[in-house]
């Protein structure tokens, strides 16, 4: 397994719909995940972080499965603003730190 | 409070050629990383730095190297550049608990 797998998408769906992705990692001893927002050609920006079995912030809810070892993050009430790519992204540590590892991120098309 | 920025937001170079991109960070951050996004690739780890005077390799470290002289400041280089180095490189620093901010990002072009 790779260490973040995400599905690519695209995830194409007409506002108000309800979408969930889900993230895949290999660490099991990861104790902290995240989601980042990247807007096309922008830098990602810090959507959500999941410290524990979850984490809600309005029409965003992040969930934690450490047994199957995924992690998700379900809109509810699509926007078109929503459009972006999602990443999951999962700490790595190692003897030299931790360097944060990102998913390829998962495509989202909300339409009129 | 200017976050992360990067220097150059832009640059074109000929094969062989070489440059250094220039990251900085107000935050007083420990951890600052140097990335590179490819379509379809996703961002992926070049090098990063746990402190000052200290640099790890991350996972496409060749051809690229760093240095983390001050805190507030995380150079990535380029000896010779290649065609394959035509990238997006987005540099980050994070917190304690591993929140990241990135810059806007510098798009290179090798030809």
């Known amino acids: 397994r790779k260490e973040v797998e995400q599905d690519p998408g695209p995830f194409n769906v007409p506002e108000g719909a309800t979408v969930a992705f889900n993230c895949t990692y290999s660490?099991?001893?990861?104790?902290?995940f995240f989601w980042y927002r990247q807007d096309c050609r922008k830098e990602p920006k810090l959507l959500m972080s999941?410290?524990?079995s979850g984490n809600e912030d309005g029409r965003f809810t992040a969930q934690l499965n450490r047994a199957s070892q995924y992690i998700s993050l379900l809109i509810r009430d699509s926007k078109l603003s929503d459009s972006a790519t999602y990443l999951c992204?999962?700490?790595?540590?190692?003897?030299?730190?931790?360097?944060?590892?990102f998913g390829k991120g998962t495509t989202l098309s909300v339409s009129s | 409070n200017a976050g992360v920025t990067q220097t150059p937001k832009f640059r074109v170079l000929k094969t062989g050629q070489s440059m250094t991109l220039l990251c900085a960070q107000d935050?007083?951050?420990?951890?600052m990383y140097w990335y590179r996004q490819d379509p379809g690739m996703g961002l992926r780890l070049i090098h990063y730095?746990?402190?000052?005077?200290?640099?790890a390799k991350g996972e496409v470290p060749d051809g690229y190297n760093v240095s983390r002289l001050k805190k507030q400041n995380f150079l990535l280089g380029l000896e010779s550049a290649a065609p394959s180095q035509t990238s997006v490189y987005f540099c980050?620093?994070?917190?304690?608990?591993?929140?990241?901010?990135f810059g806007p990002g510098t798009r290179l072009t090798v030809t």
């Open positions: 980050a620093s994070r917190t304690s608990s591993y929140e990241q901010y």
């Open positions: 660490n099991s001893a990861s104790q902290s």
């Open positions: 999941v410290y524990s």
């Open positions: 992204v999962v700490p790595l540590s190692n003897q030299a730190g931790t360097a944060l590892i």
């Open positions: 935050m007083n951050h420990e951890y």
């Open positions: 730095s746990v402190g000052e005077g200290t640099t």
